[in-house]
């Protein structure tokens, strides 16, 4: 028996020159930043991406879809082996979300061109692990708060060498536990965006707020709750006019810096300002708590008393800009009793719903 001769019918390509991968591959890369910004991801996550995946590039030297596991093993295995979890989980992500894109729009093309087939070089064999949940942050009580680092610090104005920068970090200490701000999004505010006509309270707008997944800022409306309209109207009125003298100015910051803009009015004040600030007057007034406080302790903690204080979870939700109620949840710390004084209560309403159905 004889062979039959089989003609290949397909049309026969050239091979593919070095100049023509590279533009292609720019071509790619651009493709892929312009469908990160259809999916509404902010500016700062696409150029975090396209960084994390430049600097994968610079090391490969190659095509990223020529990665294969083995080159994504000595990456992450020697190259970044004592670089920070979160350079490590980032560049991870990137690499996946950009072979994913690779896949669904140009895998032909690839292999049309070059010959290789798309293939994730992560897998769940190489990929970089986080360390679980993250650390568990729990903020001192309200004695400790409330007593000790705020009255102190509140103490300090009327005797520290420069007032207003001294009030104006003590407020914004505050507001962060009156009202869960981020530190980013205090200090982002600017005096137009205190609502004081707005619900019972008036409102703050939070036009800077953290987005979820990194779609970008995410506004809200934060009303003036647990005493944070007094905070602000004092701060306001007594302090603010030590930075500058031009409330009516578009864009003047609620919290303004000792620096001065160009135009020589007050500039924003800077966020490691207010966290060295909350820093040392925990030195100072909190000496026995054995933990750093931060903003963003501060902000547990306004979770946790504005819950202690009857609030609902679902509200607690909205001021303070989660997207999702399951992170709420790792932010809302009850009193060791609170279990035992919850059981009590209801006891005490089961007995009273039984009130006249038990015959003497």
């Not at 200490?173 to 981020?182: F, Q």
């Not at 999702?324 to 007995?351: F, K, M, N, P």
């Amino acid at each position: 028996m004889a062979l039959a001769v089989v003609r290949d019918l397909r049309q026969a390509r050239r091979p593919a020159t070095a100049d023509e991968i590279a533009a292609f591959e720019t071509d790619v890369l651009a493709g892929f930043v312009l469908a990160r910004s259809a999916a509404g991801l902010s500016d700062d996550t696409i150029r975090g991406d396209v960084g994390h995946l430049d600097q994968v590039r610079t090391w490969f030297g190659r095509p990223l879809w020529e990665m294969e596991p083995a080159d994504a093993d000595a990456y992450f295995g020697k190259v970044l082996r004592d670089a920070a979890k979160g350079t490590r989980l980032g560049r991870a992500q990137a690499l996946r979300t950009y072979f994913l894109f690779l896949e669904l729009r140009h895998k032909v093309e690839i292999h049309e061109l070059t010959g290789r087939v798309v293939e994730c070089p992560i897998d769940e064999m190489n990929r970089p692990r986080g360390a679980g949940k993250a650390r568990l942050r729990i903020p001192p009580s309200a004695e400790q708060v409330e007593q000790l680092l705020f009255a102190g610090w509140r103490a300090e104005l009327a005797t520290c060498r420069k007032f207003a920068p001294t009030a104006r970090n003590y407020t914004a200490a505050r507001l962060m536990a009156e009202v869960g701000l981020r530190v980013n999004e205090l200090r982002s505010l600017d005096l137009a965006d205190v609502k004081w006509d707005l619900g019972r309270f008036g409102k703050l707008h939070v036009r800077k707020g953290k987005g979820a997944r990194g779609s970008g800022p995410r506004e809200r409306m934060v009303p003036l709750i647990n005493n944070a309209g007094a905070t602000l109207r004092w701060f306001i009125e007594d302090v603010w006019g030590h930075f500058d003298d031009d409330h009516t100015r578009p864009g003047a910051p609620l919290f303004p810096s000792e620096r001065r803009c160009a135009d020589g009015s007050a500039a924003r004040v800077g966020d490691d300002a207010v966290r060295t600030s909350l820093a040392v007057a925990a030195r100072i007034h909190l000496p026995e708590w054995p933990e750093a406080l931060t903003p963003h302790v501060l902000r547990h903690y306004c979770a946790s008393q504005l819950y202690a204080g009857g609030m609902d979870l679902i509200a607690i939700q909205e001021v303070l800009g989660h997207a999702w109620i399951a992170t709420t949840l790792h932010y809302v710390h009850v009193h060791r009793t609170h279990v035992e004084d919850a059981w009590v209560a209801g006891q005490q309403r089961a007995a009273e719903r039984l009130k006249g159905l038990v015959t003497p």
